[in-house]
């Protein structure tokens, strides 16, 4: 229960506690209200409400005892509802709370209420304890005087005379004394009352416990003392009294600390004395090794360690590591620490077991007099570290000048090697330190010496660009053409880190510039390749005797012209062209640099090597051209540079690849453009340009293949366009065809439903949905959406779902079940569910999409995108493009990707039968409907007939023919739909779309336009106005594609119609055909046909195409014979007689031969009229609902 406020409290029907409006009305008050009005009951039921929550006591508790407190006239009332009916928690807080308080009157009153004065809260605190430990005297001797335990222990092993004594509550400590509180009692982490008050320094409490037997030799659980605690804190006073009373200062904690050592520690001299003075050895060790000389010698604490010293403390002992008190007066600089441990004898040579001793400590941190006292007591300067370390290093790569100074002058040696071979001087010089290295090199140090890698100092000066420090070793003799062992000079350092000064240093001494390393590497080629050469370096490119450095090639061939140009340095490969570098100088590869520079698009670059005459039409020993390496990339402006030079786009590599090649096989639209060397207007042109400029795209590659081959082996879109055109727009017999794909999903749609109506009784068609829901669920299971979607279109064809009587013995989780699969399926958020599903799968598992969704969205993105981005310039829109491959792409995938089984294909071809022996109309399927459950006359019981369409003709809304969708009613619906947009996918109500929340819309509208497009002002988020313009404006140039100049027709072999895939049947004037297109359709279905109009100019090819499709049925159903309803009812049923023994088999094969025929991905629901009524419904301007798939 959660606690709001007393707002008012009746008591049968009589107001007892009225609401103050004012006041915020609690139970404190309520409490109070309650007492003075003496109504038991209302107090009762306010500690009923009170006792529900400890949360609610522990907050209001204290209140109510206030509130008792200063009403003492109300407490007997509520003290004896307390104890009476609230005996256990409740009760024990607020007794524990008053003793804690102090309130003397109402722990009075609860003692002569009977209440036991032992009694423990839910900590297991008594009264007496909180008394005690907030000092209330007079509480604490009225609980003694009844009888409360002194010595009960809480849950943590608290007793009152512990809390007491933590807090030096002097009288509270005495009374429960005298009551036999017992002063050894342990908390459960060994504590005692007398550890406490040592702690705190209360030496009056301390006097009293100790006379009491307090033993101060008892150890808490880590071992710690009660003389321990006191030395630590200083407490002088009752440090003594604990050593009169023989504590022992020598008792050690469980890691061997001692009282003496945490005294010296913290420096407490008056405490180091009395414990000296009580026999504590100074000499006694930690478990690390640790001795109390150590502690006070590291923090400096003289005369604590003059009065150690004077006790025999051994100033040599050392740790477990070596370290001596010594070393770490040293480290620290406590002079007068080190002079007193001298004059003891201490040991300045002892090493740590690194090596360290206390001159290296010193010198390390350059405490200048504690060096020199070690050097007057005979420290030796050259003992070395386990590495090989001197305390000459050590101050020497500190830069400490004066120590440096006093270590040479006694006798340290400058040239002793650490085991890696480093010096001091190596050191010093590394890190700049000038006045060290002057007095290194005057006691002799050696500049030339080499550590293992063969590292000199001067390298390591001139590499952090120490310009004096190359001028101190230079003038001694240093000789900078010393190579590391991997050839690395000093001038290599210095140009590496653009040190232009020290560069200079090293040129006037006659360094060689053309000293390579192992690699062949020089230090012209480190600064060509850093962008570091200075005009200052000029004069000196050329060495005495002529040889020209920037023509060296290191190892693989590279020159100081390669790498700059790689890096695209171009002042600096503009100074070496101006030096005469050779642009056509090829490494081993056959590189140049020209190449290198177009490769990573250097393109200012490339125009000073193409200004010095570097040759574009060289090649590498792979036989590519810089051309070639730029049109990988497609690096655009770098390829119309190397064409303005005669750069030859139709070499070839060894491999048979052109530049074209490469720049269409890699997708490089604008490159092609270029190398075509004229802008497309559409791809008809391209094809053209293709077939006739310098560029030869029909140039094969070593293995036959073209650019064009390219393209298409890359899936690049526009590119693949290009082969179409090319190749005569001519399909093989043996593609897949969707309207095969289509025909096929319709037949399965109605072979269902002719399955459930030629059953002649209500149970047997019951029967035969429930085997197709159940269908539906395998097929969901196998990933099989095509077929799964024709089973759900079936079920839920007009025909079938106005059958009530037979629905009604449907099993109803059936029925749950279909509904389940029809919601699947939903247009709800362009069918955001099935969509997501489908994305969840992994590559490797084997689906078959619903191919009608993915034609609507090629519909839906052809028409809602524009077709130039823009066309005053006949650039075509990419992203149009790009979303069309992608759909197209994933068609062709599902038509090359088989299930891992054998096809059977005997069962096929009965399966196919099947399909054709049950095509009937939709019309005759409304007919068989009627007889099998005639409509009532009196509408009642009987099943629905079908109301004619309302639905408005395709034909109307392209030609623009409705007059109720005017442009304020097209407007309003398509802001509602661009609200209903932000309320779902502006997350942050921020007002505008961001990428991340179009990323989201883009999931699940895929016919949308990119970001880029919606966003036209480029602020980089998408407004409403930005997005309502979008919508309106594809609105308006949908309609334009899909008018249709049809006539009528008449037809020599068979027809299929466009619309609803029948067949065109009669003699003359069969159907209509478009003059434009050539699509065909029946008379009745030219208003609804969805298909873009393009002026085809072989529409002969299209007629064949369609006979085509004609010619793949293996059915037996003669499209010229006009049969009458009873003889189709005659076929189906002697075709259920021949498949009856194989009925429940084809059942349980639907999914497995539907996974072998890659043609049944056609969606005709998707694909006829409603498809443009999808794309409407996402504008809000329509809402059309598809009654039967054709």
Request: with cysteine.
């Amino acid at each position: 229960m959660k606690y709001i406020g007393v707002y008012e409290l009746c008591i049968n029907g009589v107001i007892i506690i009225h609401n103050n409006s004012d006041e915020f009305f609690n139970f404190d008050t309520a409490l109070l209200e309650a007492a003075q009005a003496k109504q038991a009951e209302v107090i009762e039921f306010i500690f009923k409400i009170e006792s529900c929550s400890d949360a609610i006591i522990t907050k209001s508790m204290e209140n109510i005892l206030i509130t008792l407190h200063f009403h003492q006239n109300h407490i007997d009332s509520i003290t004896e509802i307390l104890i009476s009916k609230y005996p256990d928690n409740l009760c024990k807080k607020v007794f524990t709370l008053a003793a804690q308080r102090g309130f003397i009157e109402i722990v009075l009153e609860f003692f002569q209420k009977k209440i036991n004065p032992n009694t423990q809260d839910n900590d297991g605190r008594t009264a007496l304890m909180s008394a005690s430990q907030n000092g209330h005297q007079q509480v604490a001797e009225l609980l003694l005087n009844e009888r409360a335990d002194p010595n009960i222990q809480d849950n943590n092993g608290w007793t009152a005379l512990m809390l007491a004594s933590q807090n030096g509550h002097q009288q509270v400590v005495e009374l429960l004394l005298n009551e036999k509180g017992d002063p050894n009692i342990q908390k459960n982490s060994g504590w005692t009352a007398l550890m406490s008050a040592s702690q705190n320094g209360h030496q009056q409490v301390v006097e009293l416990l100790i006379n009491e037997k307090a033993n101060p030799n008892i150890q808490h659980n880590d071992g710690w003392t009660a003389l321990m605690l006191a030395s630590q804190n200083g407490h002088q006073q009752v440090v003594e009294l604990l050593l009169n009373e023989k504590a022992d200062p020598n008792i050690q904690k469980k890691n061997g600390t001692t009282a003496l050592m945490l005294a010296s520690q913290n420096g407490y001299q008056q405490v180091v004395e009395l414990l000296l003075n009580e026999k504590a050895d100074p000499n006694i060790q930690k478990n690390s090794g640790w001795t109390a000389l150590m502690s006070a010698s590291q923090n400096g604490h003289q005369q604590v360690v003059e009065l150690l010293l004077n006790e025999k403390g051994d100033p040599n002992i050392q740790k477990k590591n070596g370290t001596t008190a010594l070393m770490l007066a040293s480290e620290n600089g406590h002079q007068q620490v080190v002079e007193l441990l001298i004059n003891e004898k201490a040991n300045p040579n002892i090493q740590h077991n690194d090596g360290w001793t206390a001159l290296m400590l010193a010198s390390q941190n350059g405490h200048q007099q504690v060096v020199e006292l070690l050097l007057n007591e005979k420290a030796d300067p050259n003992i070395q570290k386990k590495n090989g370390t001197t305390a000459l290093m050590l101050a020497s790569e500190n830069g400490h000048q004066q120590v440096v100074e006093l270590l040479l002058n006694e006798k340290a040696d400058p040239n002793i090697q650490k085991n890696s071979g480093w010096t001091a001087l190596m050191s010093a010089s590394q890190n700049g330190h000038q006045q060290v290295v002057e007095l290194l090199l005057n006691k002799k140090a050696d500049p030339n010496i080499q550590d293992n890698d063969g590292w000199t100092a001067i390298m390591s000066a001139s590499k952090n660009g120490h310009q004096q420090v190359v001028e101190l070793l230079l003038n001694k003799m240093a000789d900078p053409n010393i190579q590391k062992n991997s050839g690395w000079t000093a001038l290599m350092s210095a140009s590496q880190n653009d040190h232009k000064q020290e560069v200079e240093l090293l040129l006037n001494e006659k360094v060689d510039p053309n000293i390579q390393k192992n690699s062949g590497t020089t230090a012209l080629m480190i600064a060509s390749q850093n962008g570091h050469l200075n005009e200052k370096a000029d004069p000196n490119i050329q060495d005495n005797d002529g040889w020209t450095a920037i023509i060296i090639q290191d190892n693989d061939g590279w020159t100081a012209l390669m790498l700059a140009s790689k890096k695209g340095h171009q002042q600096v490969v503009e100074l070496l062209l101006n030096e005469k570098a050779d642009p056509n100088m090829q490494d081993n590869s056959g590189w140049t640099a020209l190449m290198i520079a177009s490769l990573n698009s250097r393109q200012q670059v490339i125009e000073l090597l193409l200004n010095e005459k570097a040759d574009p039409n060289i090649q590498k020993n792979t036989g590519s051209t810089a051309l070639m390496l730029t049109s990988l990339d497609g690096h655009q402006q770098v390829i119309e540079l190397l064409l303005n030079e005669k750069a030859d786009p139709n070499i070839q590599d060894n491999d048979g690849w052109t530049a074209l090649m490469i720049a269409i096989k890699k997708g490089h639209q604008q490159v092609v453009e270029l190398l075509l060397n004229e802008k497309y207007k559409s791809y008809q042109q391209v094809v053209e340009l293709l077939l006739n400029e310098k560029a030869d795209p029909n140039i094969q590659k070593n293995n036959g293949s073209t650019a064009l081959m390219s393209a298409s082996e890359n899936g690049h879109q526009q590119l693949r366009e290009f082969c179409i055109y090319a190749q005569c727009a001519r399909m093989t017999e043996d593609t897949p065809r969707i309207e095969e794909c289509i025909r096929l999903f319709n037949g399965i749609t109605t072979w269902v439903v002719c399955n459930i109506l030629r059953e002649y009784t209500i149970l047997k068609r019951a029967d035969i949905i429930e085997k197709f829901i159940d269908a539906t669920k395998y097929l969901h299971e196998l990933h099989g959406y095509n077929a799964m979607l024709a089973v759900v279109g079936g079920l839920n064809h007009f025909s079938v779902k106005r059958l009530q009587q037979t629905w009604s013995k449907v099993d109803k989780n059936k029925k749950d079940e279909l509904e389940k699969w029809t919601n699947f399926f939903s247009m709800d958020f362009n069918y955001s569910t099935y969509r997501k599903q489908l994305q969840d799968l992994s590559a490797d598992e084997f689906q078959q999409p619903a191919l009608g969704i993915l034609l609507k969205d090629l519909v839906a993105v052809n028409g809602q995108s524009k077709d130039y981005s823009d066309k005053s310039a006949g650039l075509i829109s990419m992203s149009k493009y790009r979303k069309l491959w992608q759909q197209l792409s994933r068609l062709h995938q599902y038509q090359v990707t088989a299930p891992a089984l054998t096809p059977d294909t005997e069962r096929i071809s009965v399966f196919r039968a099947a399909i054709t022996q049950s095509e009937m109309t939709d019309d005759a399927l409304d007919e068989l409907s009627m007889i099998r459950e005639p409509p009532v006359a009196d509408g009642k019981g009987g099943s629905p007939t079908r109301k004619e369409s309302k639905l408005p003709k395709f034909a109307d809304w392209a030609q623009g023919n409705m007059p109720q969708l005017d442009a304020d009613a097209v407007k309003k619906h398509v802001a509602k739909m661009v609200d209903s947009v932000f309320r779902v996918y502006d997350r942050d109500s921020s007002g505008y779309i961001s990428i991340d929340e179009f990323q989201s819309i883009s999931s699940n509208f895929p016919f949308i336009e990119s970001f880029s497009v919606l966003d036209r002002d480029k602020d980089g988020v998408i407004s409403r106005d930005e997005m309502m313009d979008y919508f309106l404006s594809a609105n308006t140039s949908l309609r334009e594609s899909f008018k249709h100049n049809f006539v009528e027709h008449t037809f020599i072999g068979t027809q299929y119609c466009q619309h609803c895939k029948g067949v065109l049947k009669g003699i003359v004037r069969q159907g209509v055909r478009c003059k434009d297109c050539g699509i065909s359709c029946h008379k009745h279905c030219k208003d609804y046909v969805v298909v873009d109009c393009s002026k085809h100019t072989e529409k002969k090819k299209r007629a064949r195409r369609y006979t085509a499709v004609a010619s793949t049925s293996n059915g037996e159903y003669d499209v010229n014979d006009e049969l009458s309803l009873k003889e189709r009812l005659r076929r189906a049923e002697s075709a259920r007689d021949a498949l009856s023994a194989e009925n429940s088999e084809l059942l349980g094969k639907l999914a497995e031969a539907n996974a072998k025929i890659q043609q049944l991905n056609g969606y005709i629901a998707t694909i006829r009229q409603h498809t443009i009524g999808f794309i409407l419904e996402q504008m809000n301007t329509l809402q059309p609902q598809m009654d039967t798939p054709v």
